[in-house]
């Protein structure tokens, strides 16, 4: 069974970095591309930064363009969320997802395996 | 970017009854290129990983009961739930993949009367 488990979340201070992690098991993240997601309090879901299969292809929301890194590492079958600059506004808990395995630069295609999820809290 | 946009925000249902929750997009979500329409739905269930159920429009995905369909066209888009079980509670997203930014409607929160 496909599965992801995404780390690295907690308390930062605002101005502040942290680097999240998404463990893929019962696949190859080699063989697809890959996405961060965010949901804060009372809002819905957000996308946030796509990377493709060797990493060379990255996509951001303009809102984390510039302070977020989305970045791979295929022999650890494992995805990261590079944050830096974070303000409050970046509070809430972070999801990776994977696509089914049709997306091309132009489109993305539905994401059918998405993590539970890790808490990011900037305050001060 | 796209806007989505869902009604209602909360969807009180009673278990044996249909539901039907409705999504607009600020343009339209077909692609003459291909013929389809990146329009998908996505529950996200308490203590549960998102989990997509229809996509491009009316596909159902892998797993999903019947019970589920996706109809519509252009900007108006509907998810229907013809018999609502117990199981069914959760907030249920609409999502554009026409282009990027990826959009979501701001969500349905489906509960049990």
């Known amino acids: 069974e496909a599965q992801l488990e995404e780390s690295g979340g907690g308390p930062v201070q605002p101005g502040e970095s942290l680097r999240l992690s998404c463990a893929a098991s019962g696949f190859g993240v080699i063989n697809y591309w890959m996405y961060w997601f965010r949901q804060r309090a009372g809002r819905g879901l957000e996308w946030v930064a796509r990377v493709n299969y060797n990493g060379a292809i990255t996509t951001y929301a303009d809102s984390v363009k510039g302070r977020f890194t989305i970045a791979r590492d295929n022999a650890k079958n494992t995805v990261f969320l590079e944050m830096n600059s974070l303000t409050v506004e970046d509070t809430a808990v972070y999801y990776c997802a994977k696509e089914r395995g049709y997306s091309s630069v132009a489109r993305s295609d539905l994401l059918d395996v998405w993590g539970r999820g890790t808490l990011v809290a900037v305050s001060t | 970017d796209i806007v989505m946009t869902q009604t209602p925000r909360s969807l009180p249902v009673t278990p044996g009854e249909p539901a039907s929750v409705s999504c607009r997009s600020s343009q339209s979500l077909y692609h003459s290129d291909d013929g389809n329409t990146y329009l998908d739905w996505y529950v996200h269930k308490p203590g549960q990983s998102p989990q997509v159920l229809i996509h491009t429009l009316s596909s159902r995905a892998s797993g999903v009961p019947d019970r589920f369909s996706g109809s519509g066209s252009g900007t108006d888009f509907t998810l229907k739930i013809s018999r609502v079980e117990a199981d069914d509670v959760g907030i249920y997203y609409c999502?554009?993949?026409?282009?990027?930014?990826?959009?979501f409607g701001g969500g349905t929160k489906v509960e049990i009367k």
């Open positions: 999502m554009q993949r026409l282009e990027f930014p990826l959009t």
